[in-house]
């Protein structure tokens, strides 16, 4: 894809860049960009399609993704989500010398380089982790000078040892990646074009008849901006928007194909299998089961914060005496 290159300025009084923001829609305010900065993004409120490099996933409240300079990306929340209030986001944006240049040559850094080396690719980290660090990260922004600093380390430190995370874009992405300022308007097209049409029957023939191609033009120039087959490209996008249905609607799986453009059970599950290594059932499953652990954490860390009766009297009666 040819993303936009984004000019990053960094805050008053720091050497970073942090912001907690609301926007009418990430699909009309950020388009496919990319930056020389890292980038933290945790989403607050919204949800629906994030495209990193080569890599399109589904996402909610409470993604968190850590993205290296230069890799293109964007966020495309879905118009029912916004039934909920306007997409909520807290961003991080700095270079890896904002700390000094000498702090990643240190050995007591290293977990910290390594961070920054996976962030390449981008990295998607657990919900567990979202949950630990999603508060800093929002108190951070209205935190200045060192103490923001320190804040930044400290939760960049949390990342550095989270266990549970995952790539995003395909190791060979940025090898194969043809950034060429011609195919920008044409990507972003076609992106708009399949994304209203996921219900309906897509003709690759149609979309190129769009662009003033022939057919095979519109797969050869597809392939190359995106290192996928315009096939490909829809079912992705088609099973996302499954697996945010099975996740937010009580719908029933043979209801969600349909509403994704699959006139053929056995298709969708096909197809969903071969993108999520497990059937739309398993898919519902394990989700659930992950939402029971995250509500757990939360509950067992509010309770661990909540002073006991016995403390609370304590103090009362201490400051009494005095």
Known sequence: M?????SIHSDADSSFRCLHFRCRTFAVDHAWHYHPEYELTWIIRSEGTRFVGDSIRPYGPGDLVLLGPELPHCWHDEPASRRSGSPEVVVVQFRADCFGRDLLELDAARALGELFAKASRGVCFSAATAIEVGPPLLGM????GLTRMARLLEILAVLSAAGDTSFLASQDYQLNNDINPANRRRIELVHRWVRERLKDEISQADIARCLGLSPPAFSRFFRSATGKTFVGFVNTLRVNEACRLLSGTGRTITEIAMACGYQNLSNFNRQFLA?????????????RRREGRATDLLRLRAGSRTPSSGSTARRRAAGGRR
């Open 275 to 287: 993108l999520r290594r497990m059937n739309p059932s398993e898919y519902r499953r394990q989700l």
């Open 2 to 6: 040819d993303p936009q290159f984004e």
């Open 141 to 144: 922004t209205r935190q200045h």
